[in-house]
């Protein structure tokens, strides 16, 4: 297991009372989390996620955790009770497989983002339960819920994540900007294995060089001749973790290589997946896979027959009751048992309502390191 380690927790600050209000700061296509509940639907925009990455909210008595992670493109709903103990989360200071490590304040443990798995501490082992959840934009949203509220920005000064992601993108982005990313990692690297020459490339220590890292933040304003220091809330502001190029902080995962050798040939290791887990069955369904299918795959694992629909903004699954979904004109819509479906809600026009499978978001890569590059639909038999 690949490890970063050595950040503060205050390096990226989880949100533990979030406000939220009817209005949206952001644009139309902007994407947003969505949880739908008895109390009323939430939004959590990815522009504030991508900043905290955390959030401890409760909804309808539930306690839930709200978890986003730029590096592997994890986006997911948690119940963060376990054995009936309520867990508060925030950054465990490190990164395991390019997953940002959760630690939980009550015991201590570190969990994996993507997974919800804890990996190390009093709770190791034990697996956080998926709390039902859809991905869509601001625009769809606000149609399908007027009344429905959107998690607010904190009132908070520029963290040193927002500073160094800022950073990351700029340089990236300047003629010369990766050679300077690059000496810079270079050195972390290979001081980490001079210190360890076992171990010095499976876990590599940060600390030391977070000074380095501050260094970085005001050497790319001295070569831009630009004085931000921080990305803000920006749409693109997590952007550099989105190129095919890019794995994480440090090229510790493997990156473009290792998905060559292992990954599927027909899509790339950034694609978007809806993973779902069933019964301890997890499959991985990617969005070109199922726009190939008419946009509908109807599929069986953990026990369940399931249905997954590909609309112009959402990719779902639901439980299937047995019924035989085809495509119509309308793209949103789905035909099954003398009545149309919405794709991303499971709701049909005579009044019935498909049950929807808790799921996760992840790109491919990410799914496969946790899943196994056989997890992708259509599965091996």
Same mark, same amino acid.
């Given at each position: 297991m690949q490890v970063i380690e050595g950040f503060d927790t205050e390096f990226i600050p989880s949100i533990a009372e979030p406000a939220f209000e009817r209005t949206y700061f952001g644009e139309h296509a902007d994407d947003l989390l969505v949880i739908d509940a008895k109390s009323g639907a939430r939004a959590y925009p990815e522009r504030i996620l991508n900043i905290h990455h955390m959030?401890?909210?409760?909804?309808?008595?539930?306690?839930?955790?709200?978890?986003?992670?730029?590096?592997?493109?994890?986006?997911?709903?948690?119940?963060?009770?376990?054995?009936?103990?309520?867990?508060?989360?925030?950054?465990?200071?490190?990164?395991?497989?390019?997953?940002?490590?959760?630690?939980?304040?009550?015991?201590?443990?570190?969990?994996?983002?993507?997974?919800?798995?804890?990996?190390?501490?009093?709770?190791?082992? =034990?697996? #956080?339960?998926? %709390? /039902? +959840?859809?991905?869509?934009?601001?625009? !769809?949203?606000?149609?399908?819920?007027?009344?429905?509220?959107?998690?607010?920005?904190?009132?908070?000064?520029?963290?040193?994540?927002?500073?160094?992601?800022?950073?990351? =993108?700029? #340089?990236?982005? %300047? /003629? +010369?900007?990766?050679?300077?990313?690059? !000496?810079?990692?270079?050195?972390?690297?290979?001081?980490?294995?001079?210190?360890?020459?076992?171990?010095?490339?499976?876990?590599?220590?940060?600390?030391?060089?977070?000074?380095?890292?501050?260094?970085?933040?005001?050497?790319?304003?001295?070569?831009?001749?630009?004085?931000?220091?921080?990305?803000?809330?920006k749409s693109d502001a997590m952007a550099v973790f989105q190129r095919e190029d890019t794995f994480g902080y440090l090229a510790l995962h493997g990156g473009p290589r290792d998905w060559e050798k292992r990954g599927p040939s027909d899509i790339s290791s950034k694609t978007n997946v809806l993973g779902a887990t069933v019964e301890d069955e997890a499959v991985g369904f990617a969005r070109p896979r199922i726009e190939t299918a008419d946009g509908i795959v109807m599929t069986r694992f953990g026990g369940t027959d399931i249905v997954v629909f590909a609309t112009d903004e959402e990719l779902n699954a639901f439980e299937n009751p047995g019924f035989e979904f085809k495509p119509t004109n309308d793209p949103a819509l789905f035909e099954a048992d003398d009545a149309q479906w919405n794709g991303a809600t499971g709701e049909s026009d005579d009044g019935r309502t498909l049950s929807r499978v808790s799921t996760s978001w992840t790109y491919a890569y990410a799914w496969q390191t946790d899943h196994g590059a056989t997890s992708f639909y259509p599965t091996e038999s």
């Open positions: 959030v401890n909210d409760i909804i309808s008595r539930t306690p839930v955790l709200v978890s986003y992670c730029p590096l592997c493109g994890s986006a997911v709903a948690y119940d963060r009770r376990i054995d009936g103990q309520t867990l508060t989360f925030e950054f465990g200071g490190k990164i395991v497989e390019n997953n940002l490590v959760m630690r939980d304040q009550e015991t201590g443990s570190e969990w994996k983002r993507s997974s919800g798995e804890c990996i190390r501490g009093e709770l190791a082992g =034990t697996n #956080l339960e998926l %709390h /039902p +959840a859809r991905m869509t934009t601001w625009e !769809a949203f606000h149609a399908a819920h007027p009344s429905g509220v959107v998690l607010q920005r904190p009132n908070t000064e520029p963290t040193l994540f927002q500073q160094f992601a800022g950073t990351t =993108t700029g #340089l990236l982005e %300047h /003629p +010369a900007g990766r050679e300077v990313m690059d !000496a810079a990692f270079s050195l972390i690297r290979a001081a980490n294995l001079a210190r360890n020459p076992e171990t010095g490339t499976e876990t590599v220590n940060i600390r030391p060089f977070l000074r380095l890292l501050q260094g970085m933040v005001e050497l790319r304003s001295w070569i831009s001749e630009e004085n931000e220091t921080g990305i803000g809330y």
